[in-house]
């Protein structure tokens, strides 16, 4: 009688081991994987020099918000906050491209501890108002808008 549950108890265990590896969607590892991948991907930055720390991650259903912290490598003080939206793609996470104009409103960008949001200065910078800090008499400056 004991043989007879040996094996189904054993095939439930092998099943339910197997079931662990790789499925885990909603770990900093998947995660940390989409983000490398992504980046990989865009030419212009040269990730060699520069250490990334996932910060914080955010799972909500088929989307995944994560805070990554990018280090320079030859300059401690030199750090930089972007956040990333992440979707599921089959067994994966794939990083949401951010909007052409994020630079422009702060898109992506996590403000650091103590500063203000998208558009406000830090304290003590001279203020930055357009017409009104320019010498008497300097002619009027056009401000094109970005498309």
Request: net charge neutral; proline share 8%.
């Amino acid at each position: 009688m004991l043989k007879r549950w040996v094996l189904p108890a054993v095939l439930v265990i092998a099943a339910l081991a197997g079931c662990g590896r790789g499925g885990n969607l909603e770990s900093e590892e998947a995660v940390r994987t989409a983000i490398e991948k992504y980046l990989a991907s865009r030419p212009n930055l040269n990730m060699p020099s520069m250490d990334m720390q996932v910060a914080g991650i955010r799972f909500k259903g088929q989307e995944a918000e994560a805070n990554v912290v990018f280090h320079a490598k030859n300059d401690a003080k030199a750090t930089m906050s972007m956040r990333y939206t992440l979707r599921r793609d089959g067994n994966s996470w794939k990083v949401e491209p951010q909007a052409a104009g994020s630079l422009e409103t702060g898109h992506g960008m996590i403000p650091q501890e103590g500063g203000g949001g998208a558009g406000e200065l830090p304290s003590g910078h001279p203020a930055v108002s357009g017409q009104s800090d320019m010498p008497p008499g300097h002619p009027p400056i056009e401000r094109s808008k970005q498309p």
